[in-house]
């Protein structure tokens, strides 16, 4: 009895002993932070992102992850991890903005806690939760509904309490490597041009016939409308066309490997810009820091790539051509306008003229930016008060395209206070969906466009307010941005992505909704990196932005391009679905689970298809649902990736075998046969 008595203490004193040894505690900043996805900047290990002690309503945390929303941190547990606490709360450092966030954490894809949304000045708020046979938590950061814009968010003193043998590991779920699936161009000729090119009768015309095969080529043509001409050796055709109508022209290509012909329908009427622009714009890349000679760098770029070959062929200046009231650049300072109220360049800048005969001189276009206000976002000279003026300059200068922004309108939208436009932020947004004030200013630059000896395509650059899709055309504008500015992050992508069905059935020949410009190759805004996004993420949004016909400004280093940027790039099937002559929109026809089908009409009768896979999880199925699809019929099912075709599909009695990585995406024409 003794024995046994003794026995039971022994071994329940060696079992507390055991579970006092194993209690221990792992701080959150001990694991690898650096697989977290976020919407700007790094996660910060005992500090906020941008890299100061954390502090959340006054109180500063020594220990803790500083993030940005959206943001995602994903950890395998064991079974063997117990608790989770944390204080959560916006980070002091963005005080005098709005940020809003809201904290979740996800046990096994279920909601097990959330902040409710918090604002900055907000008490840190604490969370304890249980870890019981939880294997995956996912620390989440959300916008708060009123986009990621300052959200610097901080989980504070963010520790686990675990039992021995607790493994935690960090892990981000998106492959990294990237893969080729674009083939290379034969040596034959082959034309890549979209099937329309639109100009107004007696505007000087311009159009490089895009081609791949060996070089040399010799281009001609049948039946250019009188006033054109086409250089054998370029493929670049000029002139100008006098009388209205639709010329039906056939285009050849012929080098010692073969030859080639494609038709091009040339539209002389009021149109213009009647497929989606394609080209390169120096914001997402260079930011404040372009020049001519980059932007003349690029433009040479673009043709040695050889993506002007598949068409591309702008090349757009963004902001900081002009004097920067905000810019320390002393390169930046100078005069703003002449007496005659002229816009004046900066020193980076020496000769508009020059660079746009050589940008012309490359058979490509030129494009430039300004705001309706006082101010660009920037701090730049905005054409507030001189846009007669800025409209002629553009037009004498040889530019082709003009992306019109907001910033500092708001802040002149009643008139200029006091008469000083210094006292006006570059940054005031408000008054952009008013239907009265707020399309004045770009009704007045519209018509002042069209009253030019050229064609000027014009891009709306105000965000989607006021629903600009449904007015954009009355203001004779040919694109409009819908959203917010992109960034190189997954959550801009797939929110930007998700918010454009609602502006598609105005997409038509002449006018497109604009989800902003391409974040692949390297970008940075004037910090040169990487894109973040992996590639199959960057495959999902070249296949979007393909699918919803939206213009492709390409915003990355062109002297910098890698081969794996380049397939994304080069791909002639995937161009042509966003070049369509039809012009239609493509649109979410079904939603299963995180996976989203965009449909698309071709002109040829066939339908473009993107299965896009939202989710964090393979999507494996087979789909037969094409009714929902609206495709009926024996079809063809082409892999327009891999241009090659993969399947003979009945719809009746036949299914679809879809195997697509998270956040990537398979993208199929579908061709009735
Ligand atoms: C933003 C615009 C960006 C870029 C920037 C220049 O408003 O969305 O794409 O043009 O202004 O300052």
Redesign the pocket.
Known sequence: MLKHQLLLIALSLALSSNVYKAQSTVWLDQLDLSVATQGNGKPGINTSVDGKPLTIANEVFKRGFGTHAESSLLIKLNGKVKKFSALVGLDDEMKGQNPAAEFEIYGDNKKLWSSGIMKLGDKAKPVSISLEGIKQLELVVTDGGNGPYYDHADWADAKFETSDGAKLITFNPIASEPYILTPKPAPAPKINSAGVFGARPGSPFLFRIPATGDRPITFSAKNLPKGLTLDSQTGIITGKVDTEGTYEVVLNAKNTKGSASKKLKIKIGDRIALTPTMGW?S??CFGHEVSADKVKRASDALIKSGLVNHGWNYINV???WQFNRDGKDPSFKGKMRDEDGYILTNSKFPDMKNLADYIHGNGLKMGI?SSPGPW???G?AGSYGYEKQDAESYAKWGIDYI?Y???SYGGVIDGLPDNDPNKVSSLAFNGGGDLDKGVKPFKLMGNLLKQQPRDIVYNL?Q?GMGDVWKWGDDVDAQSW?TT??ITDTWASVKNIALAQDKASAFAKPGNWNDP??LVVGIVGWGNPHQSRLKPDEQYLHISLWSIFSAPLLIGCDLEKLDDFTLNLLTNDEVIAVNQDVLGKQGVCLQTIGELKIYVKDLEDGAKAVVFANFGREKVKMSYRDFKALGISGNQIVRDIWRQKDILKLNTVKGNLVLDIPAHGVAFYKFISK
Request: with cysteine.
């Open positions: 714009n914001w997402n963004d902001d900081s930016y660009t976002c920037g730049c992306k922004d907001w910033c650059c965000y941005r917010n500015d902003d410009m």
